[in-house]
């Protein structure tokens, strides 16, 4: 399983997940809906933050959704290792759980 890696005090870092369905391979499209990560420290269960991804265009037809670190203050989390889960909701209500759960890796700064 992939680690992401992030580094403390940076404040533009972005994550684009690509969503296919695990039985076809094809892209979930989840347009007129959202898509957003929850994310906290590994082991933990409080939530530090949840990211909510932007539909540019027509990324979440083609099931991408972009999350941005820009509102969560990496500055202030402690370096380790972080998880986080998605979650879409598609334009009927319907929610849908991605299964696997995404590895993060914070560094301290220079």
């Known amino acids: 399983m992939q680690t992401y890696t992030l580094v403390q005090g940076d404040s533009a870092p972005q ?5 296919t369905r695990f039985d076809t391979g094809a892209a979930v499209d989840f347009s007129g809906g959202s898509a957003r990560m929850r994310f ?3 082991g ?7 990211l ?19 509102d969560t203050d990496l ?10 889960e998605i979650e ?4 009927t209500g319907l929610k849908e759980t991605i ?4 590895n993060y890796q914070l560094r301290r700064d220079f």
């Open 40 to 42: 906290r420290k590994k």
């Open 44 to 50: 933990a269960a409080a939530l530090i933050a949840t």
């Open 52 to 70: 909510n991804a932007a539909d540019l265009g027509t990324n979440f037809a083609n099931g991408i959704a972009i999350f941005s670190f820009s």
């Open 75 to 84: 500055a202030e989390l402690d370096a380790g290792y972080y998880e986080g």
């Open 15 to 19: 994550i684009k997940a690509t969503i």
């Open 88 to 91: 879409i909701t598609y334009s």
């Open 99 to 102: 299964f696997d759960v995404q």
